[in-house]
T-cell receptor
Framework: GDSVTQMEGPVTLSEEAFLTINCTYT??????LFWYVQYPGEGLQLLLK?????DKGSNKGFEATYRKETTSFHLEKGSVQVSDSAVYFC??????????????FGQGTILTVHP | DAMVIQNPRYQVTQFGKPVTLSCSQT?????MYWYQQKSSQAPKLLFH???????NEADTPDNFQSRRPNTSFCFLDIRSPGLGDAAMYLC?????????????FGSGTQLSVL
């Protein structure tokens, strides 16, 4: 079945450091790929997405490129801020039949950014 | 402004005592999902509805049931909670369940079983 693997956390960075969170996936079809973020005490919210190979999703300075050849969707940001501290989830959707857009998640990576 | 609302935020129940978690949405979306998220683990889909069409995941225990009486509301019933059912329960919606659509999540209900 479908699966998503994220790099182990937690990740601790200083403000303005470069961020990479690795994500690889296994899917039988042609999935859409997502990064969701969960701030403390809140629900998950979409950060960015890409729906086909070589697409780049971007939002709030974060970027990720859909790499079909390496089955990867790594999250990057050039300069993190304290406000980026959160849990980041990589996910895929391989809807078909009665799947109705259901997401398969990675285990999440906790990011802490210090001033 | 909240679009997917889960109540209560925290729920404590006793071992074996039935409990119901609720979710409502103001988005008029067709699909509603229930995920279980245990500490430091990936959210795991329990089941989802497309309108009134119920879809159970193969590995969802029989102890978990769901009801969707109308478009706006969806309930998660745990018939006989065990200690292993303590988790965060997340409700989510999507407009039509297409694979490129984003899901809208509620803030979750943290369930404790004593």
């Amino acid at each position: 079945g479908d699966s998503v693997t994220q790099m182990e956390g937690p990740v601790t960075l200083s403000e303005e450091a470069f961020l990479t969170i690795n994500c690889t996936y296994t899917a039988t079809g042609y999935p859409s790929l997502f990064w969701y973020v969960q701030y403390p005490g809140e629900g998950l919210q979409l950060l960015l997405k890409a729906t086909k190979a070589d697409d780049k999703g971007s939002n709030k300075g974060f970027e990720a490129t859909y790499r079909k050849e390496t089955t990867s969707f790594h999250l990057e940001k050039g300069s993190v801020q304290v406000s980026d501290s959160a849990v980041y989830f990589c996910a895929l959707s391989d809807a078909g039949g009665t799947s109705y857009g259901k997401l398969t998640f990675g285990q999440g990576t906790i990011l802490t950014v210090h001033p | 402004d909240a679009m997917v609302i889960q109540n209560p935020r925290y729920q404590v129940t006793q071992f074996g005592k039935p409990v119901t978690l609720s979710c409502s949405q103001t988005l008029n979306h067709n699909v509603m999902y229930w995920y279980q998220q245990k500490s430091s683990q990936a959210p795991k889909l329990l089941f989802h509805y497309y309108d009134k069409d119920f879809n159970n995941e193969a590995d969802t225990p029989d102890n978990f049931q769901s009801r969707r009486p109308n478009t706006s509301f969806c309930f998660l019933d745990i018939r006989s909670p065990g200690l292993g059912d303590a988790a965060m329960y997340l409700c989510a919606t999507s407009r039509d369940g297409q694979k490129n659509e984003k899901l809208f999540f509620g803030s979750g209900t943290q369930l404790s079983v004593l």
